[in-house]
């Protein structure tokens, strides 16, 4: 079972220009990895170009909508990412459930309706940090875990929100319990995301049931994203021997 090292870029770079050069630098550097699955969600504008300037990444949108077609101001559909060459899309990461409020209900919706059309698909969850420090963080991640298709395309990154942009990433034994669980419930491969950097991916990369990671900050820079992708690969090779 091949990991996944995926960079979910945000909102940036700012300009078209960083953002090829971002993905080149990305694409030169991991050319060599062949026994990871190597993906770049960029935004959505600069994806069409990056496509032209990559060879051995995929690309994947990091939001999609529900419905196919029709009078949805602002929204893209699973289908035109599909018609572009998009392989991936998050969906259900924490900022999009809470700056821009999507609910459970919808997100299983984007799940489901991006698997129908053939787009391979990350689902985000995980806690806040008052969740918890109130015990409730397995219960959260079960309920945005309810009523998810049984699909090969489908795989889960758990990304603790408290973890997210902030410098502390959650502890290998914390990571450990989640993993499990989601991994008892849903059968998928599951990413860890949060705070990932090239300073801790071995050890990161070494936690039971860790099939990849999803990074933000640092797949922003192609030296250190390179590096965690190694770091995850050369774990990988350790354990397997
Ligand atoms: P950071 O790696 O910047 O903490 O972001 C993680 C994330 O949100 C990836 O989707």
């Known amino acids: 079972m091949r990991r996944i090292i995926a960079g979910n870029w945000k909102m940036n770079p700012t300009t078209a220009e960083n953002a090829v050069n971002l993905a080149k630098g990305v694409d030169e550097r991991l ?21 032209e ?16 077609s029709g009078a949805y101001t602002g929204e893209v559909s699973p289908s035109m990412l599909l018609d572009l060459g998009v392989k991936w899309v998050i969906i259900g990461h924490s900022e999009r459930r809470n ?17 129908e059309v053939g787009l391979k ?6 806690e806040k940090l008052h969740e918890r420090e109130l015990f409730r963080h397995k219960e959260v991640v079960k309920r945005q875990l309810d009523g998810i298709p049984d699909d090969e395309n ?8 408290w973890a997210i942009g902030t ?8 990571i ?3 993993h499990e669980m989601i991994k008892s419930i849903t059968g998928k491969k599951v990413l860890y995301g949060g705070s990932v950097k090239p300073e801790n991916a071995s050890e990161l990369a070494s936690a039971k ?33």
């Open 154 to 161: 489908l795989v889960i990154a758990y990304e603790p929100v």
């Open 176 to 178: 450990e319990e989640m």
């Open 53 to 68: 300037n990559v060879r051995s990444v995929e690309i994947g949108a990091q939001n999609v909508f529900y419905e196919l």
């Open 31 to 51: 050319e060599g990895i062949n026994d990871l699955e190597k993906i770049i969600f960029p935004p959505f504008v600069y994806i069409p170009l990056i496509m």
């Open 167 to 174: 410098g502390r990433n959650a502890r290998v034994e914390q």
């Open 121 to 126: 698909v990350i689902l985000c969850v995980g």
């Open 99 to 115: 700056i821009l409020h999507e609910d459970d209900e919808s997100i299983i919706r984007k799940v489901k309706s991006s698997l």
């Open 209 to 241: 049931n860790v099939d990849g990671f999803l990074v933000g900050g640092a797949s922003l820079e192609a030296d250190s994203f390179h590096k965690i992708a190694l770091a995850l690969r050369n774990q990988y090779l350790t354990s397997s021997k």
